[in-house]
């Protein structure tokens, strides 16, 4: 029964790591620990997808600029506007911190992780998600303060450390997979059970940690009944329009079915790791909360949401 409730058994892990951050969330001399985890979680995620992956298919990532494009046009054109869209439907209804909330999840890069596993389950082209995922999250440290500061009329900076951070923990381990690949690929591929293990424990540690964190700020208090069921509206609409919108360009662009999971899961997609330091660096500590309730939404679902599909478009790659 359960198989059929949820198509892939990764979904309630999600929802048990949730329960669980609901229910002992990572507080004090903890935290430090557990972000380092999660990062190290991160940095051996993309040195196993540089070990694996062959270099020719890493260049033609690179060179795909229909794939590209269409995904950075994606993630900070339409899902700028789709969030600037429900961020003026919410206003009337919601504290103004937390309409504000869905312009800072539109303005947002994709994941990292997240994306490229979802993209490896559902049989797509993990090269292009590894670049796609690497080419938002680093044109995004630039971008989505710029975004955000154009559509919501307020200034924003972000330090240079963020950068320089994703490039340590995302393009760095991945260019040193591909520097010893010769030597590693072979054992890494008989042994697939533990990548994919390792990719769905990234998620999971992602969540919890990301999740802890809003469950020690008050977020089951801070909110009304009316307030969080619009919210959910709210953002059950996004994911709607994102997931369906990233799939219908694909098809518009005649790309091939593993490209078009690509963008599927690059475009469709939000980082809170990119959105949580964002947050704290263009809002007061009170507001950044509140503005964070939509994107703390948002990527808990959408990762139940790429875990749901992401089968069903895996047996159709294969057919």
Request: proline fraction near 5%; glycine fraction near 8%; include cysteine.
């Amino acid at each position: 029964m359960l198989a059929r409730i949820f198509p892939d058994r990764f979904v309630p892990v999600l929802f048990a790591t949730i329960l669980l951050a609901s229910l002992l969330p990572v507080r004090g001399t903890a935290v430090p620990v557990a972000q380092g985890v999660s990062t190290a979680a991160i940095i051996l995620l993309f040195f196993l997808n540089g070990v694996r992956l062959p270099r020719d298919e890493v260049l033609h990532g690179i060179r795909n600029w229909k794939l590209q494009g269409a995904g950075l046009g994606f993630c900070f054109v339409v899902m700028a506007l789709l969030g600037l869209a429900a961020q003026v439907a919410t206003a009337a209804f919601l504290p103004a911190a937390l309409a504000l909330g869905f312009l800072f999840l539109g303005i947002l890069p994709s994941t990292v992780q997240s994306a490229t596993a979802a993209s490896s389950m559902a049989g797509g082209n993990v090269a292009a998600s590894v670049v796609a995922a690497a080419l938002l999250n680093l044109i995004g440290v630039i971008a989505s303060p710029l975004l955000f500061a154009a559509l919501a009329g307020s200034a924003g900076a972000i330090h240079g450390a963020a950068a320089l951070r994703i490039v340590a923990i995302l393009l760095l381990p991945f260019v040193a997979g591909q520097v010893v690949q010769r030597w590693l690929r072979p054992w890494v591929l008989a042994h697939r059970g533990a990548a994919t293990f390792m990719d769905r424990t990234s998620i999971a540690i992602a969540v919890y940690v990301a999740f802890s964190a809003a469950v020690v700020g008050g977020i089951w208090h801070q909110l009304d009944a009316g307030e969080i069921a619009i919210t959910f509206a709210a953002v059950a609409a996004m994911l709607a329009l994102a997931f369906c919108g990233a799939w219908a360009l694909g098809g518009l662009l005649r790309l091939r079915h593993a490209e078009r999971i690509t963008l599927l899961f690059a475009g469709a997609q939000k980082s809170i790791a990119v959105g949580a330091p964002l947050a704290a660096t263009l809002f007061p500590p009170a507001t950044a909360g509140v503005v964070l309730v939509p994107i703390l939404v948002y990527h808990m679902a959408q990762l139940v949401i790429s875990a749901w599909i992401a089968p069903g478009l895996a047996r159709r790659a294969e057919v």
